[in-house]
C-alpha cells in the first residue's frame, strides 16, 4: 500500500505499448514547459503529451534533448489543432520540426472540428475526411499510431463505420476524473479495443479535485497527497492518465501511485453521485450532443 513510481503500460490495439501516465502539458506556457518536461523525464517520466494548439512545442523538445532521456525510450504524443484540418501533412511536418523530432509515437485529432484560428467559429468539414488524412501519415514511419480526441460516442460509430477508415484510432483522449467518470463510454471504447486517455485528471483548475474533502480523506489513510490519489484511481480503472503540473515537487509526486483499496476505490467510483456532474473544457465551438 506504499506509494511507488508508475511504470504501468497499456496495449494498444496495434500492439504498440504506452505508458499509463504522462505529463499534461496545457497551459504550460512559455519559459515553463521546456523545464517541465525535462523535469519530467528526468523523473521517470516517460510519455508527454503536448499539442500543436498549446503553442509550446518547441519548447517540449527542447527539454526532450536537454534531459539527455534518448529520444526511443519516450512517448510523444502531439495533435492536429482545428485550425489545420485543411494542411494535415503541413501540419504535421511543421509539429514534427517544432518538436525536433523524426517521428512522434501518437498523432491524435484534437477536436472533431476545424475552427477558424480568427472568429473561433466552425468551418464545415467532415472529421472522416480529415482523419483519412492522418492515415496517410503512418505510411510516412513518422507517426506510430494515431488516435482521436473529444470524440462522442455518436462521432466514434461515424468513423468506425466508414469502409475507407482501415486504420481503427488506437486511443480516445477525453476529460475524466471522478465528477465526470463516464463509465459507460469508456466500457463502450474498450470493447471496441479503443483504449481511453483521461484529460483534467486532477479536474484542472475549475473542478478543483485536489481541494475536494473525499478525496483528502482518502489521500491521508494512504500518507499520499490528493493529486496522487486521482492519478492512482485514473490508473486503477484502466485509463492513460495525463496530469499536468509545472512545479517541479507535484511533477515528481504526481508519478508516485499507490493500489486502493476496493472501498476507497468506490467511495472514488460514487463521488459524481453525491457531487454531480462538472465539465471543465467545453470551447464555444463545441458540441457533446451531437
Ligand atoms: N485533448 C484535449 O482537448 C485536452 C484538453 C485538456 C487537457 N488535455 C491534456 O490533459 C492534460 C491535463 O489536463 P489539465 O492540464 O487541464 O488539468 P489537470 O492535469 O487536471 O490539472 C492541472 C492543474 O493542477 C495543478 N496541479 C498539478 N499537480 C498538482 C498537485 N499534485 N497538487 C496540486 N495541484 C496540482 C497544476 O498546477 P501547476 O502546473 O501550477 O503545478 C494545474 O493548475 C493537459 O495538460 C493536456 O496535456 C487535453
Not at 28 to 49: C, F, M, P
Not at 208 to 216: C, G, P
Request: contains cysteine; proline residues 4%; aromatic residues 8%.
Amino acid at each position: 500500500m506504499s506509494l511507488t513510481v508508475d511504470t504501468n503500460t497499456v496495449t494498444l490495439n496495434n500492439k504498440t505499448t504506452i505508458p499509463a501516465v504522462a505529463l499534461g502539458t496545457w497551459q504550460a506556457s512559455t519559459g515553463e514547459a521546456k523545464e517541465a518536461v525535462k523535469v519530467a523525464l528526468q523523473n521517470h517520466y516517460r510519455h508527454i503529451d503536448t499539442a500543436a494548439l498549446y503553442k509550446n512545442e518547441a519548447e517540449v523538445g527542447e527539454g526532450i534533448i536537454e534531459s539527455g532521456i534518448p529520444r526511443e525510450e519516450i512517448y510523444l504524443t502531439t495533435k492536429l489543432a482545428v485550425t489545420d484540418f485543411f494542411n494535415v501533412q503541413e501540419a504535421f511536418e511543421e509539429s514534427l520540426k517544432k518538436l525536433k523530432v523524426d517521428y512522434v509515437d501518437l498523432y491524435l485529432m484534437h477536436w472533431p472540428y476545424a475552427v477558424n484560428q480568427e472568429t473561433q467559429e466552425r468551418i464545415p468539414c467532415d472529421f472522416v475526411d480529415v482523419y483519412k488524412e492522418m492515415q496517410k501519415l503512418l505510411k510516412t514511419g513518422k507517426v506510430k499510431s494515431i488516435g482521436v480526441s473529444n470524440f462522442t460516442k455518436k462521432k466514434m460509430e461515424r468513423l468506425l463505420a466508414d469502409p475507407e477508415v482501415t486504420v481503427k484510432p488506437v486511443v480516445n483522449q477525453i476529460e475524466l476524473h471522478p465528477l465526470l467518470p463516464q463509465d459507460e463510454f469508456i466500457a463502450w471504447l474498450k470493447e471496441n479495443d479503443i483504449q481511453v486517455e483521461a484529460y483534467c485528471p486532477l479536474g484542472s483548475s475549475q473542478a478543483n479535485l485536489i481541494d475536494n474533502e473525499t478525496i483528502k480523506t482518502v489521500a491521508e489513510k494512504y500518507h499520499a497527497d490528493p493529486g496522487q490519489i486521482l492519478v492512482s484511481w485514473a490508473v486503477q480503472r484502466g485509463t492513460i492518465v495525463l496530469p499536468k503540473s509545472v512545479t517541479e515537487h507535484r511533477i515528481i509526486s504526481n508519478l508516485k501511485t499507490v493500489v486502493l483499496s476496493d472501498e476507497d476505490f468506490e467511495t472514488i467510483n460514487n463521488l459524481h453521485k453525491k457531487e454531480g456532474i462538472k465539465r471543465v473544457v467545453n470551447p464555444k465551438w463545441n458540441d457533446f450532443d451531437d
